[in-house]
């Protein structure tokens, strides 16, 4: 990948192949014109030139600036927080974000079924919180190695008889990796081993100071059985989601992040995905991975068909030609034309990848024969 031959970086520095090949005489390697050199030579000669390598854009990276752009400062408007919930097993991840949504969805809003869409919408006072059911790690780790980052703030669930283990400590890990702020829920309260302060300490030992230890961490104590607790851990990521100033611009094509997909036999591909830009609409083109379609339906987080699908809003959609990647990226395009050729470049460029490797395989083959 990336390589040059001498006489290709021969001709990128406007040098002639004989002054090339005594520079690298020079250091020690004797290469013929046609000779592929490793990526350190070519940067240290090219930077002896006054040259620096950058790495050749990817196909996905050169569509992205198609798709994509910066929007200027006076088109963002205030958009709701978008939680992800990390801890170690067990310690109550899935019955925390159960007691939310059954203290916090009202039955009108879920329209009296539960509609799993891989996300839910908690409203308090107005303000929404967008909780995301990927398990923290997995956001984390398969959204991050795609580029995507969805999360704003991370919810560290540590059960207070339990105290920091190592998949916590993994989870802080994560997030401080990815910048993303962190609050701490001591869960279990109820318990009589409970021990809060247990935790308090051992959250300082990494690297986590509670604030009523001098630090800057929020620890809020909760009981997801109980439900107890968690007005005041929904207030504290309201307030930590204020200071981040979360802001997306309503008011333009949608680009978004798949959070999850499959196909369903009677709905052909399903994908929930959240928007983080723009406005996505029915009869929107898009594309995801090499996925493309138009957008024939969408469904919110109470199982409501909408039309509409505006940042931090987390909706499921119906239309795309194939299933995509959980980390996958979409984006609404021109056209139905432009998201197709769009896919469809992806698509040859998977090919030939897949042509490429198998090629290197038959050579290092031939190599060993030798
Ligand atoms: P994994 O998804 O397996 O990593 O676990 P999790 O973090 O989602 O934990 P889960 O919500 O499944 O809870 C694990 C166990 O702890 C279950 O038996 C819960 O009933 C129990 N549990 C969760 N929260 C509380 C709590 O606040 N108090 C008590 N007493 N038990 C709790
Ligand atoms: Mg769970």
């Known amino acids: 990948?990336?390589?040059?031959?001498?006489?290709?970086?021969?001709n990128k520095l406007d040098i002639s192949t004989n002054e090339l090949i005594g520079k690298l005489i020079g250091i020690g390697i004797m290469a013929n014109i046609n000779q592929e050199l490793d990526e350190d030579t070519t940067?240290?000669?090219?930077?002896e030139y006054g040259f620096e390598i950058r790495e050749a854009k990817t196909l996905e990276e050169r569509q992205e600036e198609e798709l994509d752009f910066e929007d200027s400062e006076e088109n963002l408007v205030l958009r709701p927080p978008?939680?992800?919930?990390?801890?170690?097993?067990?310690h109550g991840k899935t019955s925390l974000l159960d007691s939310i949504r059954e203290s916090h969805v009202t039955q009108r809003e879920a329209g009296g079924i539960t509609q799993h869409i891989g996300a839910s919408t908690v409203n308090i006072n107005g303000n929404k919180i967008v909780f995301l059911d990927t398990p923290g790690h997995e956001a984390f780790t398969s959204m991050r190695a795609?580029?995507?980052?969805?999360?704003?703030?991370?919810?560290?669930?540590?059960?207070?008889?339990?105290?920091?283990?190592?998949?916590t400590i993994e989870a802080i890990n994560h997030a401080k990796a990815a910048n993303v702020p962190i609050i701490v829920a001591i869960n279990k309260m109820d318990k009589p081993e409970a021990n809060p302060d247990r935790v308090k300490q051992e959250l300082t030992e990494h690297g986590l100071v509670p604030e009523d230890w001098g630090g800057d961490v929020i620890t809020v104590p909760v009981s997801a059985i109980k439900k107890e607790g968690?007005?005041?851990l929904l207030e504290m990521i309201l307030l930590v989601s204020e200071?981040?100033?979360?802001?997306?611009?309503?008011?333009?094509?949608a680009v978004g992040t798949i959070i999850e997909a499959e196909l369903d036999k009677g709905r052909g591909p399903v994908a929930t995905v959240l928007i983080q830009k723009g406005t996505l609409r029915i009869g929107d083109s898009i594309?995801?991975?090499?996925?493309?379609?138009?957008?024939?339906?969408?469904i919110d987080s109470y199982g409501k068909r909408v039309k509409k699908a505006s940042p931090s809003t987390a909706v499921e959609i119906l239309g795309l030609s194939e299933v995509p990647q959980a980390g996958d990226k979409l984006f609404a395009a021109k056209d139905d034309k432009k998201a197709r050729e769009l896919a469809d470049q992806r698509k040859e460029q998977i090919k030939?990848?897949?042509?490429?490797?198998?090629?290197?395989i038959s050579l290092d083959d031939l190599f060993d024969q030798i």
């Open 1 to 10: 990948e990336g390589k040059v031959t001498v006489k290709e970086l021969a």
């Open 43 to 47: 940067e240290l000669i090219a930077s």
């Open 82 to 90: 978008v939680v992800t919930v990390m801890g170690h097993v067990d």
């Open 146 to 167: 795609r580029g995507a980052q969805v999360t704003d703030v991370a919810i560290l669930v540590v059960a207070a008889d339990d105290g920091v283990m190592p998949q």
């Open 230 to 232: 968690l007005d005041e």
């Open 243 to 253: 200071m981040s100033e979360l802001k997306a611009n309503p008011n333009r094509k």
């Open 287 to 298: 594309i995801a991975g090499t996925a493309s379609g138009r957008v024939r339906a969408m």
């Open 352 to 360: 030939r990848d897949q042509i490429k490797s198998k090629q290197n």
